[in-house]
């Protein structure tokens, strides 16, 4: 089973909350919203999409290259937490 099949569930949450924002966008340009209300809303599903791909990112990391149970010699468990940090720095 792959880590998007077993975080189903949480995932498709963050996907729906994702749509809402994004509908919310929709929304504030059909009223005539001013810049700085949809430029906030923008910043915040860029924010929203940003942690998702962190998410399956990392999932994907540790499900995919570092489970010595199923990848024996995969990488380091040190520098793929190394490769997460900066990951999830750059995704901010």
Do not use: F, W
Request: with cysteine.
């Amino acid at each position: 089973m792959t880590h998007t099949i077993r975080e189903k569930q949480k995932l498709l949450a963050r996907v729906r909350r994702i749509r809402g924002q994004v509908e919310a966008i929709e929304r504030a340009l059909d009223s005539e919203a001013g810049c700085d209300e949809v430029m906030h809303l923008l910043a915040g599903v860029r924010g929203a999409m940003a942690g998702l791909m962190a998410e399956v990112v990392e999932d994907h990391v540790r499900t995919h290259l570092v489970d010595a149970e199923k990848h024996p010699g995969a990488l380091n468990e040190d520098a793929a937490e190394q490769l997460l940090g900066v990951v999830r720095t750059y995704l901010k």
